[in-house]
């Protein structure tokens, strides 16, 4: 059984370091728009953090889809298959283009969701809702081209080029938010849609700037990415087969989460407010364990593409181990010191005293997240993308809803029900990825 030239743990950490710095760069885009409309009104403020998450929820359906090229180009980079690299970019870019044709529709469908969810909002907040997102949607198509380009880079182990994009687009869409949401520099002060065209602008801008990196004389070269081809039916079918279920399993994953938070706020308007500064700290622990994910599934692809399964299920339980102890310190935080934690955010009595409990809760699944987060992503880096998607079906909608609603409300057991409920659904997802993982059918999946 032949080991890695390079040290497991130095190569999980050298991938994943850089995604870190990427991953927050998320963060910080989320509330940048956010942050810019708090200076026109209230309404808008609850108009852009609600158009937000729906737009968020369905976004990640067809970008996690576009980043099923890191299992393809993984593969091949393993396999030291330069050639199948240019091609399975290009399969990729096909299924984008194909559902890059649903953006049309977009528009409207994001209207009536967002008419239905805010039903009892004020009208104003409907009118700012409705024309934010009649124009973020058609960034689709662009974040969809820059998810290929990031697998593409990935998959061969670069990480620190898609982090540096990653905070291009952060910086880009800071500038454009100051000059047309607030109206500097001349431009019109455009309020909420100036936050939404500045978003659209920033990621078309990432999108070129992919096109330049991923179509470079050197990758030309190299890879093949120049050779424009059309995919066959077998080969889109094989892109929709693995890429699909990967979208829909995060499109579950985020929509679950959405649901409870929504569930959370029959609870009180101080449980809600709880239950949100605690998300902001488990976001922290999130983007630390994502990374680490997405870095082991880089290099399942890899391990497999070059024939050791071996290896990549050393890198699996190097990435468990690191992912979940340091989930678990940052969790400690939260039994140390959650009443100093809430009050960063607020000073009322009533909050702080949920959200110490909420905290402590959730201290107690941190590692459990980290290995169900590092797994989960080595089997999508395997191909075993259905099963990721089906167990997320049945714990999210299956499990964690109705269980919630029982705990928190049926039997009175609310803010700690639902958060225990919470804490069933991603244990379970950990046992669950864990016994399919070791039951090693993921080593033998055959992608091409």
Known sequence: MAKPKTGITKQILGLASPLIIQNLSYTILGVTDTFFVSRISTDAVAAVGLAGILFFAILVLFRSTANSSIVFVGRAYGARDYEAIGKA?????????????????????????????????????????????????????????????????????????????????????????????????????????????????????????????????SNRKEYGTGKFRIASFKEIKQVIKIGLPMGFGDFVEISSFSIFFAMLGRLGTNVLAASNIALQYMSISFTLGMAIAQAGSSLVSQYLGAKEPDNAQRVVYRASAIAGLLMAVIGLTYLIAPKALIRVFVNDPEVIAAGVVILKMIAFYQAFDGVAIVISGALNGAGDTAFTMFAKILFGWGVFLPLTWLLAFKLDGGVVGAWAAAIVYLSGLAIIYFLRFRAGTWKTIEIS
Not at 104 to 123: E, H, I, K, Q
């Open 89 to 217: 970019v290009w399969n990729v870019l096909n299924v984008v283009a194909l559902l890059s044709l649903l953006v049309f529709l977009l528009p409207s469908l994001y209207t009536f969701l967002f008419a239905f969810a805010v039903s009892d909002a004020s009208p104003n907040i409907k009118v700012l809702g409705i024309s934010y997102l009649q124009i973020i949607a058609y960034e689709v198509p662009f974040v969809m081209f820059y998810a290929v380009v990031w697998g593409f880079l990935v998959g061969r182990n670069d990480s620190r080029t898609p982090m540096l994009l990653a905070w291009f687009t952060v910086a880009i869409n800071i500038f454009l938010d100051w000059v047309l949401v607030l109206g500097n520099l001349g431009a019109p002060a455009m309020g909420v849609k100036g936050a939404a065209y500045a978003t659209l602008i920033a990621n078309i801008l990432s999108g070129i700037l992919s096109a330049f990196i991923l179509w470079s004389p």
